[in-house]
């Protein structure tokens, strides 16, 4: 691919021709292992619309029996248009696996944008999240010294000397879909942006705080559509099943500055051509007709309550609430869901929401509200058509609650960003991090922090006297020994009762907020009771602590204590994660209440 803009004949990396300027690609698989990467290159070409307001063209690829175990068992149409009068082209693709084909599985899909090296150095994503880059080369080894994994360098010998020392790993920029609007690229000779835009989630996967890469060293930029990254599942096609999606539009948008003007304005108006494209979603351009036009769409709207008795008699405003629609399933299943479409919305402060431009198809709607634990479902399919519009009225949501709150540790909104998050080790810092409260975690190798502040032994939080933003690490993660070796942990709970109910049970509601290749166990006054009082194999996968997320998939266990385990006086919880592969083994928490029978 290549793109001229502004005098400059070609914007894109074009010195290697298997990896030079913008492509889409897939890696996909048979099975489970999904490694056979496949940069969909096109066999037709057409001409969908000419008109002197609008171009739209086709890339089509079509799958034949021919092509088993070569080629992805899909119909693939890649589309790029351009408007009269808009500064950057559009893409999306149509994807298609047609009844009876063979079974297969998408590990990732993405389209790639790769710029010149020699004119794009200063990457934007955020008002914060902005910096001068290092360079491609700068990742070499005679450059820099590879860290726990491959995509993690320490910038050694940089050609710029200001980033000598740094950390540069392309996960430090991921962002959840939910903000990841714009981003992308600054030249400062000539001075000229190179932007995607997202107007809308829509045909992502996973729910609005599914996090995915975005700009990173290359100079590159991607839109990310399907992933497994920190969480969600790829999508898995058995039994010859019937699939059809569209991916897409996004907008490839290029701006200029005058010379002598600050390039970074360049940022500012890439966020007001942003909103200009979400405001205007649904496009009406799309020439296919599996692109639903905002006529063809419908809208559902409501009210959601929590209802909690121990907190407040009367329901509440469910302020702040995530609510959407995904493919129907259990509650809580939109953050694996990797198929269909997905709409969410913010509820406002009286707990009002309305979901817009939804797609036809069956849906559930499901719910969570920050402040409170556990998944809203409603119990119904709503089936949308073409023009209609739901009043679904007053919804209510009971959160898990068994009794009266015994005390808590955390905050129930699926992150761990309000624990303890250490300082990084001055060997490996990334300065754009350096001073930033909201995105201090985003720092390379915070888990090995965990020794230097516990080298003898776990932590141990006591009710009533410690903090969680002091004293609660933000990951229980695995005890390293030497460079191979590596520990299980157990950390401790301890609190006070001054009785026991002796005909009732108690909870412990404990949500995570992410999971890595870990187990659960937990004990009371016991460390070495066996069996575990509760032992769970949540068996995450979404690496959230390596790759510098803060949370993952969400899990919640309900975990009913006996009133045999407790005793009158002081208590102690033991919370072990036995599984020690690997540095990154361990468990983000989220969330631990401790409730009494409801006569506590």
């Keep these: 691919m290549g793109v001229r803009y502004n005098g400059i004949d070609n914007l894109m990396k074009a010195d290697d021709e298997e990896n030079s300027g913008g492509y889409w690609d897939i890696i996909w698989g048979g099975t489970e292992v999904f490694g056979v990467f496949d940069r969909i290159k096109e066999t037709e070409f057409t001409i969908i619309l000419q008109s002197e307001e609008q171009v739209e063209v086709s890339f089509k690829r079509i799958w034949t029996p021919s092509h088993n175990e070569t080629l992805v068992p899909l119909n693939i149409d890649k589309r790029f248009v351009m408007l009269r009068g808009s500064s950057g082209f559009y893409t999306y693709a149509i994807l298609e696996h047609q009844d009876g084909w063979p079974d297969f599985g998408i590990g990732e899909m993405r389209a790639a944008f790769k710029l010149r090296k020699d004119k794009f150095h200063y990457m934007a994503m955020s008002d914060t999240r902005q910096r001068i880059m290092p360079m491609p080369d700068d990742r070499m080894s005679e450059r820099s010294q590879q860290l726990a994994y491959p995509e993690a360098v320490l910038l050694t010998n940089p050609i710029n000397p200001e980033l000598k020392g740094e950390v540069d790993d392309k996960y430090q920029y991921s962002c959840e879909d939910q903000d990841n609007k714009v981003h992308g690229w600054i030249s400062s000779d000539p001075p000229i942006g190179f932007w995607l835009i997202t107007p809308s989630d829509e045909f992502r996967t996973g729910g609005p705080m599914k996090q995915d890469l975005t700009s990173h060293v290359g100079p590159t930029t991607l839109a990310m559509f399907i992933s497994s990254h920190y969480h969600g599942e790829s999508p898995k096609f058995r039994n010859g099943e019937y699939w059809k999606k569209v991916f897409g539009p996004v907008f ?5 500055a005058s010379n002598g003007e600050d390039p970074k304005t360049l940022w500012q108006d890439a966020k007001m051509q942003m909103q200009r494209e979400v405001e205007s979603w649904p496009y009406s351009f799309p020439v296919s007709e599996d692109f639903q ?60 929401f309305t979901i817009t431009n939804v797609r036809t198809g069956d849906y559930n709607l499901y719910a969570w509200v920050p402040g409170f634990i556990g998944d809203y479902r409603y119990n119904a399919t709503i089936t949308i058509t073409s023009g209609n519009i739901i009043d679904l009225g007053p919804l209510v949501y009971e959160p898990p609650r068994d009794g009266v709150t015994l005390w808590e540790i955390g905050i129930p909104d699926r992150s761990a960003a309000e624990f303890y998050i250490p300082e990084p080790n001055p060997k490996y810092v990334n300065r754009l991090y350096v001073n930033d409260p909201a995105d201090r975690f985003r720092q390379y190798g915070l888990w090995e922090r965990y020794v230097d502040l516990y080298p003898y032994s776990d932590l141990v939080y006591t009710i009533g006297k410690s903090d969680y933003e002091e004293d609660w690490f933000f990951a229980q993660v695995t005890r390293k020994i030497d460079e191979k070796l590596y520990q299980p942990t157990t950390w401790q709970i301890k609190f006070h009762l001054d009785s026991v109910n002796q005909s009732k049970s108690y909870k412990l509601r404990v949500a995570l907020a992410s999971v890595a290749h870990s187990k659960l166990q937990v004990r009371f006054n016991n460390l070495k009771a066996d069996p575990t009082h509760f032992t769970a194999n949540p068996n995450g996968r979404d690496n959230a602590i390596a790759r510098h997320g803060i949370h993952g998939l969400y899990w919640l266990y309900d975990i009913t204590v006996s009133n045999i385990w407790l005793v009158q006086g002081d208590n102690t919880i033991f919370i072990t994660q036995p599984m020690s592969q690997s540095p990154f083994s361990g468990i983000m928490y989220d969330y631990i209440r401790m409730e009494g029978p409801s006569d506590s």
Excluded: C, M
């Design 252 to 256: 490839l948008y290029l701006n200029s």
């Design 293 to 352: 036009k905002s006529s063809q769409r419908g809208s559902v709207s409501g009210k959601l309550l929590v209802r909690d008795r121990y907190i407040h008699g009367d329901d509440i405003y469910a302020n702040g609430a995530y609510v959407g629609l995904a493919l129907p399933g259990e509650a809580g299943s939109w953050q694996r869901e990797s198929k269909g479409y997905q709409f969410w919305t913010r509820a406002d402060e009286n707990g009002s």
